[in-house]
């Protein structure tokens, strides 16, 4: 009988984690799992801590349990697997990687066990086919659009407000995953929260939801792009404020806001063209009948956009009219120094998103989708 291997994988750490623990289950009886599981750490970020790790889990899996009984090895949180990072591009983390698929390739002995858990792994590597060749890959995924994270955000919540024994109209629903966002661990505790508040078998309307859920930070990251896109400097600065104090936030927030600010070009420019129709309200869309070039033009880039969704497309084309085209170039100009200023600067990071965006959103005199702002009374 050969022996066992598994990887699970995907970017959402909750659901790897609670897989392997499920997996560990029906491996492994409840009374024996004290001594019948162990955990090697994998979270490394040196050559010879990863090289050290890798040889910790082998050494575990060809240890075998005692008195004969069921042995588990978990590589928990694996961070190596991607070629990237810090370290993992090292010749000696490489090798040590290298190593592990080679072991892996040979097969586990009758009566080993591996489980493999990581958020991040190259899916066309010789480790992944390996681990596929050679056992069980439990794949949840990576990389996935907006539209697809809210989607699977959107069953799962549903999964849980029933194991919950709750009930939940449509709106209270959406006011949830607006709040709480798309995290399945952040997910889980807010519906444990609401069931503990209202109690079971009982109905949450909206007013529970903002009663007792909080916040998550992709929320309040959505919120401020909103803020951006409607040229609301109170919104920007009391989300930003929010949102101050957590660990690598001034960062994720510039790459969110470029992203934004670069699609926000692409539609102003459709907009003005006419490739795209619609604006404050309305109908809204792309011209069927685009020129080839153009059609052409817009499929090379990263995302196309004409295949962006009308919820989407009827959310970001006002964001996108409420600039002038110039506005919009200066603002990429100007999150791209932000960029560069959060990693080589010492100032605050949050004082330089707040007078970065301040600087972009102004007090625009006019707005590209309507008339000039009427004069302030007694002006010449």
Known sequence: MEGKLYLICGDDDYLVDTAARERINQLVPEADREFGVEIVDGQRDTADEITEAVNACMESVQTPGFFGAIKVTWFRDVTFL?????????????????KLTTWLKGGLLSGQTLIITTTKVLRNSTFFKTCQQQGEVQDFGSGHKAWELEKLAGERVDALFKQAGLTVDAKARDEFLKRVGHDTRLLVSEVEKLRLYVGVGKRVTVEDVREITSIGREAEAWDLLDAFGERNALGVLTTLNRLSGQRGIGVMLATMLERTVRDLLILREAHDRKWVYGGTGGACGWNKNLPPETAALLSTLPVNPTATGTWMLKKKLPHALNFTLME??????????????LVSCALPEMFLLETTLLRIIGNPRRTAAGPKRPAAAGAR
Do not use: N, P
Not at 82 to 98: D, H, L, M, P
Not at 328 to 341: C, F, M, N, Q, S
């Open 82 to 98: 991607t070629g990237g990072g810090r370290s993992a591009g090292t010749i000696a983390a490489k090798e040590a990687v290298q």
């Open 328 to 341: 919009l170039r200066v603002a990429r100009h100007r999150i791209l120094d932000l960029r560069e200023k």
